[in-house]
């Protein structure tokens, strides 16, 4: 994990770095009035945009488990428990990371998440309804599926893509702002008007709903690798089976915000939309096993 965090960091700074130059050289900071007010406003981004998801990471088992409700199974109560400890500490084992805590929450919905701030620290959460809606190949396909996030490091690397976005919807808001403040400004002034806060707000919610689109645009490629995963630690025909199941099954999330997108199965939508759900359509998702079945058995003949 440090050193996945390290990597963004210092890609972060390189681009920051690379921006202030190209702000310099098209006279951005002169405009301003102040060269030293976007070397300012480049840190202030820099720490605004990584500070909220580095925080939402290291507290993301805590706050998934108080979202939802589940109970970490400290000590296997019945068979069913039993099996599911079993089988995750064998995928884990599989899939070369630590043990992760097993829970369960209550919820009719065939649904599962992981989450947790390191590939040894996580937290794998199953619903009551996959339990009951499921047979066990299935199951642990799905339970595959969460192992491979937590394996691949999706967590972290969405957590640091959310801050690298985040970082610049901070900056180019605020340099927005503070340009339509001057242009609409008619007096010298020592601090910024409300042109300045309104055209802020409305900078950032724009850039925001933009800057959504970018970090779900990467969400659904991870559940490609997941579903592939998933058939690695449990066979093709079980991830395939499973996600065949969930159509057949289909309700919305009731997962929280904070944690829907680490869940297996996500919302629907068309056209605008689509651009912003976390996974591809089930539909997608099974073709690409398929597509994946097929190519296998043409490099085997």
Excluded: C
């Excluded at 190949?137 to 599926?145: C, I, K, R």
């Excluded at 300045?196 to 707000?201: K, L």
């Excluded at 997941?226 to 997962?255: F, N």
């Excluded at 629907?268 to 539909?283: E, K, Y």
Aim: proline letters at 3%; aromatic letters at 6%.
């Amino acid at each position: 994990m440090v050193t996945r965090i390290l990597l963004f960091l210092v890609t972060n700074l390189a681009v920051v770095l690379v921006l202030n130059v190209v702000l310099r050289v098209l006279g951005v900071d002169r405009m301003l009035g102040n060269g030293g007010q976007v070397n300012g406003l480049l840190i202030l981004a820099l720490v605004m945009g990584f500070g909220g998801s580095i925080i939402s990471l290291l507290l993301s088992k805590w706050s998934a488990r108080r979202a939802t409700g589940a109970q970490v199974i400290a000590s296997p109560a019945n068979p069913t428990e039993q099996w599911l400890v079993d089988t995750v500490g064998r995928l884990a084992a599989q899939a070369g990371i630590g043990m992760p805590e097993v829970a369960i929450y209550e919820a009719p919905e065939i649904n599962a998440f992981a989450t947790g701030a390191s590939r040894d620290h996580a937290l794998v959460a199953v619903s009551t309804g996959l339990l009951n809606g499921m047979s066990a190949e299935e199951a642990q396909a799905v339970l595959g599926h969460e192992i491979t996030h937590v394996a691949n490091g999706d967590m972290i690397t969405l957590a640091l893509i959310q801050g690298v976005v985040n970082t610049f919807v901070i900056f180019f808001a605020r340099i927005i702002a503070s340009l339509v403040d001057r242009s609409l400004s008619r007096s010298e002034r020592s601090g910024p008007g409300i042109a300045y806060f309104v055209s802020s707000m409305i900078a950032e919610v724009l850039l925001g709903i933009a800057a959504s689109a970018i970090v779900m645009w990467f969400s659904r490629r991870r559940e490609f690798r997941a579903d592939a995963g998933g058939a690695r630690l449990a066979s093709r025909d079980h991830m395939i089976a499973a996600l065949e199941r969930l159509k057949l099954a289909y309700e919305p999330s009731s997962l929280p915000e904070g944690v829907r997108a680490f869940g297996i199965a996500g919302g629907g939508g068309l056209g605008l939309r689509a651009l912003f759900l976390s996974h591809p359509p089930l539909d997608q998702r099974i073709a690409a096993l398929r597509a994946a079945a097929a190519d296998s058995g043409l490099r085997l003949h």
